[in-house]
């Protein structure tokens, strides 16, 4: 075997009481050098699969690895809803800058049907400095600021008047968006694009 695959042979599972199993008979080789995804809907075997290669399940089969694995989400930084996404990442992985984080999301592109672009939400961001920008106005920009005087850049291109006169109302709120990485002359730095406000 590989130093670094995952070898499963004949694996089959099913919950104790069910009738169908969620494994039967699967036989393949992961690498783990590769980048990968399951992708499914609820309750298809996606967490199982996980928590059956940590050995939490006992199982029909073999599964051979060399590896360490961990299991994400981690319930003891999930639990805290008051903590912002990054901080969660920076507790989880503190050597990962936040934009080597947006470098492996771009990984999983491309986007769209059936595979959707993650999305990130945050609540209780304070709103700095909201403008609106671009030749033909549909361009807004400014800071959020989270409850520990973090702040991000932050992009808007939907109807950005409506979205400006909420942000000048409210100065505090909750978003959905996607972080990408901002390069100018040579600086890096993470910029979110917002999808949803409120």
Same mark, same amino acid.
């Given at each position: ?7 499963? $042979? ?6 104790? *009481? ?22 499914? =809907? ?15 399940? !006992?199982?029909? *089969?073999?599964?051979?690895? $060399? ?13 805290? @809803? @008051? ?30 049907? *059936? ?10 961001? =304070? ?21 520990? *005087?973090?702040?991000? !850049? ?14 000048? !109302? ?16 040579? =600086?890096? $730095? ?9």
């Amino acid at each position: 075997m590989n130093m670094s695959q995952i070898q499963i $042979s004949g694996l089959t599972f099913a919950y104790e *009481g069910s009738y169908d199993n969620i494994f039967e008979n699967v036989s393949l080789c992961l690498d783990t050098d590769w980048k990968l995804g399951f992708i499914g =809907r609820n309750g298809k075997g996606k967490s199982t699969f996980l928590k059956l290669l940590l050995r939490e399940y !006992e199982y029909e *089969g073999k599964i051979r690895t $060399s590896v360490p694995m961990e299991y994400f989400p981690y319930t003891d930084v999930t639990a805290d @809803e @008051e903590r912002e996404t990054f901080q969660v990442l920076e507790r989880i992985r503190p050597e990962h800058e936040q934009w080597k984080v947006c470098r492996e999301l771009e990984l999983l592109e491309p986007f769209g049907k *059936g595979n959707q672009k993650p999305l990130f939400a945050e609540r209780n961001l =304070r709103v700095v400095s909201p403008r609106i920008f671009g030749k033909n106005r549909n361009v807004l920009k400014c800071r959020l600021e989270d409850m520990q *005087g973090n702040q991000m !850049e932050a992009v808007y291109f939907g109807d950005v008047e409506k979205c400006l006169k909420t942000m000048e !109302e409210k100065k505090v709120m909750s978003f959905t968006y996607y972080p990408s990485i901002n390069e100018y002359m040579g =600086r890096r $730095s993470i910029q979110i694009t917002i999808v949803n406000y409120q």
